[in-house]
Every structure is written in C-alpha cells, then in structure tokens.
C-alpha cells in the first residue's frame, strides 16, 4: 500500500516574532495553503490511498474558519483517498474545536484521546488524538495490536523517547516500547525536523514541519511517501517548501560608518526563495540601531537583523589613562573580571560601558 505521512504544518500560525516586515505572516500563511494544496496534486496525480496527518494540521488559538473549510475543499478533492488525523498539542480535540464541531468530509478520520482501530482489508490502522494542550500518558504501554498478520499503522503525534521535563508533557513515548508492539509504520509528528532513513527499515517516521516555519528550521521540508508491505518498507522525502531560511553572519569590525553597514547589508546576494536573518558580528565602531537599518535595507527578503555585536574598546588601554575615561575604564574593566558572571550579566555591563563612554565624549 501507498501513503503520504505529513505534521506539522501549522495553519494560521501568526508568526508574530518572526519577522520585524509586516507583511511577511501573510506571505507565510500563503505559502501554507500553496504547499498543502501541493499535497493534494501530488495525492491525485499518484492515485494514494491513504493521507496520515500526524498533529498541528492548524493554531486552535489563530484558525479561522475559512481556512478549515479551504483544507476540507481540497480533501473533497481526493474523495478515494483515506484521509487519518491525529490532532497533536497545537490543535486538540476539544470541545469548542474545528475537529469537533466542523463538517469534515466523510473521507477524513479524526483520532481523540482514546486508541481506536480502524479496520480494512489491507490494513489496521490505530490512530491517538490529543484532548488537551499537553498529554502525558496515551495509554499505549497497556494496549496489543489485535491481528499481527495484517498490515498495522499507528497515526499519533508523540514525542519519542522524551527525557526532560517538557517533552515528557508531550506524549512522550519509549522507542523500545513502540518498536515490541510491533506496528509496521509509526506515522508521527512533534518534531519538526525530518526523521527518516536513518537506520535501515527505519518504520517510526517523522516527516518533519511541512513548510520550514522559523529560523530554527532551516534546509528542506516537505513529506513523506511511503509504500509498505508486511516486513518490506520503502520511504522517500519529498521537498515541499516554496521558500527556505537563512542565516548570514557579517562582520562588522572593519566597517567604520553606518552608511558602510547599509551599503554592505544591501550587497548581500539572497535568492527571491530565500528569507534572510542578518547577525550582525565582531566588534562594532559605531552605535547600531537595527529598526533605522532596515529603513534603508532594500532586500525585503532580508526579514529579521540581529545584533550581537560588541563595543570596540580597548579597556586596558583606556584604564592606564588619568581622565575620566580611564576612571571609568578601570571600573568597568573590575567589574568584567568577576569569574562568576552570567552571559545576561556580562551583556548588561558592556551596555553600560557603550552608555557611559557615549556620555563622557
């Protein structure tokens, strides 16, 4: 049997911290709705059966209901296919959710918080749902797969192997006891970084976030199709994203003027499919107000510029000096030999330092 496995793609997420241009959560949203629908040409052209969407389809706290009724039109579109949906942490079946109120079309099979079986001539397929925004026990340590002569496939959002604190609120599952209860494809979603074909027969998948949504998230992203049959597994990724992000590093330590800096970020080569954080490096000459750069920053692919430059000064040199500076210098130089500081700590003094030589011209 065929399939496509997919998670992750986050409708409607507002991507609000993501970008410092006002346009880009619609450009984001956009590509959304292109990529999926990308999912559905594919799912016609190739004549697959079955659709497994492994959890956060959609924001339950951004969803609008005109973009429900858009994914349910498309899966109008497949009406062979057989549409499975395990709602994960992001979009759970809870009582005032599209999942539980909206009229899904009758090819599409939604999972709540109780294991349940669906049964076909081909294949069993067992799927989970989140009920709540955290899940910390699905059951399945107490559950046994009914007919192992059959193909059996269970749809879930998870976390595998979860260790610390966080991820265990997330459905967190021991690999071992995935792999004794001996499904033949685990199709998951949680973790936005694709995980597949990295140990031989691998059948515990995830496909990945459907289109990168952060910076965080860089490189391809796509699904999963599958064809499967009792101990035989072939799985190829497909790359779906209409665009990618990038981070540039530039140094700004020989740059002497902020008409330089502009001139440089304007330089830069970023592709029309690219968005691009800038990180500002190395040790800056001049003050740097980022939200004035991008005034004069043409690439409107150039979507976020961080700083993490610092001060250009020589403190043990300016220490020897008998003026106030060099008072200044002295102290501020004390205060930075302090072993115990934190990163926080440190940032905070060489802001002070930048204030107060700034205040002494």
């Known amino acids: 049997m065929k399939f496509v496995h997919i998670a992750d793609i986050h409708f409607d997420s507002p991507f609000i911290n993501l970008s410092d241009r006002e346009t880009f959560g619609d450009l984001k949203r956009l590509e959304q709705r292109k990529v999926f629908k990308k999912v559905i040409e594919y799912i016609k052209q190739n004549s697959i059966k079955y659709l497994f969407i492994s959890g956060d389809l959609y924001e339950h706290q951004y969803i609008r209901q005109s973009t429900i009724e858009y994914i349910n039109n498309l899966f109008k579109e497949i009406p062979e296919t057989k549409i499975f949906i395990s709602p994960g942490n992001h979009d759970p079946y809870i009582k005032n959710s599209y999942y539980n109120k909206f009229n899904w079309n009758e090819n599409v099979k939604i999972f709540n918080s109780k294991i349940e079986k669906i049964e076909l001539p081909e294949v069993d397929i067992y799927g989970f749902g989140f009920d709540d925004f955290y899940c910390t026990d699905c059951g399945i340590e107490n559950f046994e797969i009914e007919n192992k002569n059959k193909l059996n496939i269970l749809v879930i959002h998870s976390t595998i192997s979860g260790a610390n604190i966080e991820e265990k609120q997330y459905n967190s599952i021991p690999r071992k006891l995935l792999e004794e209860k001996g499904f033949d494809y685990v199709a998951t979603g949680?973790?936005?970084?694709?995980?597949?074909?990295?140990?031989?027969?691998?059948?515990?998948?995830?496909?990945?976030?459907?289109?990168?949504?952060?910076?965080?998230?860089?490189?391809?992203?796509?699904?999963?199709?599958?064809?499967?049959?009792?101990?035989?597994?072939?799985?190829?990724?497909?790359?779906?994203?209409?665009?990618?992000?990038?981070?540039?590093?530039?140094?700004?330590?020989?740059?002497?003027?902020?008409?330089?800096?502009?001139?440089?970020?304007?330089?830069?080569?970023?592709?029309?499919?690219?968005?691009?954080?800038?990180?500002?490096?190395?040790?800056?000459?001049?003050?740097i107000d980022r939200y004035e750069l991008y005034k004069f920053t043409k690439n409107e692919r150039i979507i976020k510029i961080k700083d993490h430059t610092k001060i250009n000064y020589n403190l043990e040199k300016l220490a020897n000096n008998t003026t106030l500076k060099g008072i200044f210098a002295s102290e501020m130089l004390e205060k930075l030999k302090n072993n115990d500081l934190q990163e926080d700590e440190i940032q905070i003094i060489e802001k002070a330092i930048e204030i107060g030589f700034e205040a002494l011209e």
């Open 190 to 287: 949680h973790i936005h970084k694709l995980d597949y074909n990295t140990y031989e027969n691998q059948n515990i998948v995830y496909p990945g976030s459907t289109i990168a949504l952060g910076f965080d998230e860089l490189g391809e992203h796509g699904m999963i199709v599958g064809e499967i049959e009792k101990n035989k597994i072939n799985l190829e990724f497909i790359p779906l994203n209409e665009t990618e992000f990038i981070e540039i590093n530039l140094d700004v330590t020989e740059i002497i003027s902020k008409d330089e800096l502009i001139e440089k970020i304007n330089e830069l080569e970023i592709r029309e499919a690219q968005f691009a954080k800038i990180i500002l490096i190395g040790k800056r000459n001049f003050e």
